[in-house]
């Protein structure tokens, strides 16, 4: 058994009863379960539709993700998580980058490297280098004034680990980051690389080895292996190329507002929805969510 999910924007709730009951009778589904009001909705499917990407692309148009996936072990036990782009809204490096004056450079390359186009662990090298004599005091004035959280993910970490999941923040960022992004979402755990620092200014360089895509893998399965989980029991998020490895290893591993050459690769696309949607995915209601409230 299959299950066909509907998401929207929140901000923007504007799924149509008449549209997913349409698509119902068309697959021959179940009876339609809001998930939340105008925002989220579900039915059963007895197979995976053949015009599965065709539909996708129309109600992309229409503002509303679909994602058809098996019923059966849906809900998970743990969350991987990237960081940059997926729980924070932007990228560190560029941030940082524009504060030491080489924004516009930095940041041409690492839309390069999230698509797939270089590297990663050189356009990771070649970045950090351009932020070299930059005062450290920078990192937290980024912190406090230029990240901003994603919408939806305090309510994902919260929720899974109120049903006893474990939720790990995996990213190709820096620990400076991480760690502060990690303890204001919940995080059980978190891992990312290191910049070096001399006399209070980074050096240009980051600590070896670098954790790009294969150690992001390795993450996911040294995790659950010190955990006793299976790779089915993990959902992932990323949107970058370095998150691909993850993505596929997991039991869902879902491309958030992806790049196009990410998402392309990936079976769960979310471009409207933003974190709670892998909690719709799960079949969790919106009033089953737990930590709303903003930290």
Known sequence: ??????????????????????????????????????EAAEFTLPARPDNLWHVWE????????????????????M????????????????????EAGVGDRVRDITARAMNGELDFEGALIERV?????????????VLDQRITLMPGGHELVATMKARGGHAALVSGGFTAFTQAVASRL???????????????????EVARPILGRAAKVEALDAITARLGLSQTDVIAVGDGANDLG???????????HAKPAVAAQCEV??????????????GYAKEQFAGAAAA
């Open 246 to 256: 993850m993505l596929s290893r997991a039991g869902t591993g879902v491309a958030l």
């Open 129 to 141: 280098g351009l932020l070299r004599g930059l005062d450290t005091g920078v990192i937290d004035r």
């Open 186 to 204: 919940g995080f059980d755990e978190n891992r990312a690389n290191t910049l070096l620092v001399a006399d209070g200014r980074l050096t240009g």
């Open 269 to 282: 696309r979310i471009n409207h929805g933003d974190l709670t949607a892998l909690l719709f995915l799960q």
């Open 79 to 98: 969350l991987l998580a990237d960081m940059d782009s997926t729980m924070i809204e932007q990228e560190c490096i560029d941030e940082l980058a524009d």
């Open 58 to 77: 129309d109600l992309q148009r229409l503002g509303v993700d679909l994602v058809v996936q098996p019923q059966d072990g849906r809900r998970k036990t």
């Open 1 to 38: 058994m299959f299950v066909a999910t509907l998401i929207t924007a929140p901000a923007r709730p504007a799924l149509d009863l008449a549209l997913a009951e349409s698509l119902r009778n068309a697959w021959g589904g179940g009876d339609v379960t809001w998930l939340a009001p105008d």
